[in-house]
């Protein structure tokens, strides 16, 4: 059969535990009591609804502090769970805190926590105890100042000896009681506050449903806008030299001269439409990219912008395809904004690999207030490496600068 051991350590982390639930537990008693009372009351005047809003933000921050308090007993802070993906604006934020479950286990142990009086009771059998130990160890040397008459004065000689060993029993007694509250009020804070395995696995199902329906829209769009590009301009290019080489024909045996110069507006124009078709085939893909890797191509991006920029690089090998393209097109639409929106003086890319992870930063100084919005440059890229299961980030305050973070996982 084990023995329990308990360690000085451990004691004064589980005292520390089951001790500060009795303050905290006090005051989730008045903060929330007092937050859903006035929300609900006064919900119908509306004035309630931003009271309920902070008591259900402070009730997230109640819990994400209880997940790491818990370190205490279990060894290790309880981890919070995914964020479920949200659709743009506030109220979306909002609605989807209310709609997610794990909003409302928290609030349940919270509640347990303060109204329940779980954090109270066990914060106040712990303190009960170890302050009953330590008075039966200063009794006897209090004795010796107590007033004739008081109960320690009249004390016999005999129970004053015996103080020490009765402060030794009650300190046994508050680590043993101390450690079983510690660890029931752990397990059930793990039990309410851990993530679930379920829940993780449908807020993961959700999150690639709408990563990747927003990566079928993206590459929809992109299509369609290839398909303009060419209709617009590299076919209209075409049928006009087509015309001219015909008109070129017609005039070579009776006007040479003004054949030679219909010939020469159509090479001219053929060059016009090579670069165009030559630009829309780096959209789609550079060959660079391919060819030299990521390294390469941006240098070439660095080198066509319209502004100085500096690139740092950090990489050792070759990444995945579909990671190379997506942190070259995120460099690609934000060296774009910071020369054609942001009026950008100078701007630095910077790239690095941390812990199977690449790190991607644009910053420009430019004018800043770029922003994420449906339909924009920004909301594509970011639907492009959400597809990948990354993130991208964007800072740019009014007045600059401006910073576009991306990160892309990419194996060990």
Known sequence: MARLRITPAQAWRDFLYVGVALPLGI???????LGLALGVGLAVLTVGIPILAVTLLLWKAGANLERRRAALVLGRPIPRPAPRPVAPGRLAGWRS????????????????????????????VSVALYSAAVAALVAP????????????????????????????????AAVLVTRGL???????AESMLAPQDRGELTARITSLEAT??????????????????????????????????????????????????????AHEES????????????????????????????????????????????LAGRLPT??????????????????????????????????GTLVVE???????????????????????????DGSLAVESPPGGPTTVRAELPCGS
Request: proline share 3%.
């Open 27 to 33: 005051f989730w008693l008045i903060a929330l009591g």
């Open 97 to 124: 805190r209310i709609k997610d479950r794990m909003t409302w286990r928290e609030l349940g142990f919270m509640f347990l926590l303060g109204l329940g009086w779980v954090g109270t009771s066990v914060g106040f």
């Open 141 to 172: 040397l209090a004795a010796i100042w107590a007033p004739d008459g008081s109960t320690l004065g009249d004390a016999a000689p005999a129970s004053l000896l015996l103080a020490p060993l009765a402060a030794v029993v009650l300190f046994a």
């Open 182 to 188: 510690a660890m029931l009020l752990g397990a059930l």
């Open 212 to 265: 990747r329906s927003a990566a079928v829209d993206s590459a929809d769009a992109r299509l369609r806008q290839i398909e303009r590009d060419l209709h617009d301009g590299a076919q209209h290019r075409l049928a006009y030299i087509g015309m001219e080489l015909g008109r070129a024909r017609g005039k070579l045996k009776t006007d040479p001269d003004g054949a030679d110069a219909i010939l020469a507006t």
């Open 271 to 314: 060059k016009r439409a090579m670069r165009e078709l030559r630009d829309l085939v780096r959209g789609i893909h550079p060959s660079v990219l391919t060819d030299r890797g990521l390294d390469a191509a941006l240098s070439g991006l660095a080198h066509r912008a319209s502004m100085p920029v500096e690139v740092r690089t950090h």
């Open 322 to 355: 579909a990671v190379e393209t997506a942190a070259y097109y995120v460099v690609a639409e934000a060296l774009t904004n910071a020369g054609k929106h942001a009026g950008a003086g100078a701007a630095v890319v910077s790239l690095e690999r941390r812990n």
């Open 362 to 388: 644009v910053s420009d100084d430019g004018r800043g207030g770029a922003a994420r919005k449906p339909g924009s440059g920004l909301e594509g890229l970011a639907q492009r490496v959400e597809a990948l």
